[in-house]
């Protein structure tokens, strides 16, 4: 793997800024020994939101790093920031345009050196951001390492992050995504809900991403961490 900003992260969890946790949840996600929190969202993104959770979260020591996904959420103070860009689209927009619309208004601010592009394949045809990208969803085997061939062998992009958002997927297919990238990190996000899909995880991705169960579940939510790490020091 590179030696990006984000390579150590193994674990990380994701915050939407538009959903309510308490003061008290988010002590417990902050001080969890995740690597990271990511912040963003597919809907309801704003930058007062991002800048109320930001703040809490900047009281903690852990990494905190901020998906943009609209022109107006982009918000100054995080460690690093991700530029999405959906692979398994038709919908230009997704891929290059909103990207360079951003460009155009923020390019002399941008900071480079902690800023990375995420490859996008969004692979739940029930998921928000394959319904508001239009993602062609129903990938074969032979579809999705393409795309990651794409992605890590062509463009050159740091991360392919493989999204099931509220669905736990397949994980020898993540494995499959993993060992065809030789340049990227894959990151993993969806249905991961306990100890056991989270183990799956680490084993199939480089870095798996916790979000929903964060709302439902916090116990189950903190059992990830351990899970995760656990795996990863078998490895060494």
């Known amino acids: 793997m590179n030696g990006s900003w984000f390579a150590s992260w193994r674990h990380v969890f994701k915050l939407d800024p538009e ?10 996600i902050c001080t969890s020994g995740t690597d990271a929190i990511i912040v963003g969202g597919s809907s309801g993104v704003t930058f007062e939101n991002i ?10 020591e852990v990494d905190c790093a901020l998906e943009v996904s609209t022109l107006d959420g982009a918000v100054p103070g995080f460690d690093g920031y991700f530029i999405p860009l959906v692979l398994n689209t038709s919908r230009a927009e997704w891929i290059t345009g909103w990207q ?3 460009l155009k208004e923020y390019g ?17 045809a029930e998921a928000t951001a394959a319904k508001l990208t239009e993602a062609q969803t129903e990938l074969t085997e032979t579809d999705l390492i393409a795309h990651v061939r794409m992605a890590d062998r062509l463009m050159r992009l740091p991360v392919i992050y493989l999204e099931y958002s509220g669905r736990f997927g397949d994980m020898q297919l993540v494995k499959r995504a993993r060992t065809s990238a030789v340049h990227a990190q894959v990151f993993y996000g ?11 995880a680490a084993e199939a991705a480089h870095t798996v991403v916790v979000g929903n169960i964060v709302y ?21």
């Not at 480079?112 to 969004?122: C, D, K, L, N, R």
């Not at 916090?218 to 351990?226: D, E, G, H, I, N």
């Open 51 to 60: 800048v109320d959770l930001m703040s809490r979260i900047r009281r903690y």
């Open 19 to 28: 959903r309510v946790i308490s003061d008290e949840a988010l002590d417990a």
């Open 190 to 200: 969806g249905g991961i809900d306990g100890v056991d899909k989270a183990r799956q």
């Open 216 to 236: 439902s579940d916090l116990a189950a939510a903190l059992s990830t961490v351990s899970a995760v790490h656990e795996v990863v020091s078998s490895r060494l």
């Open 108 to 124: 002399t601010f941008v900071p480079w050196e902690e800023t990375a592009a995420q490859g996008y394949i969004i692979l739940n």
């Open 100 to 102: 360079t619309e951003g």
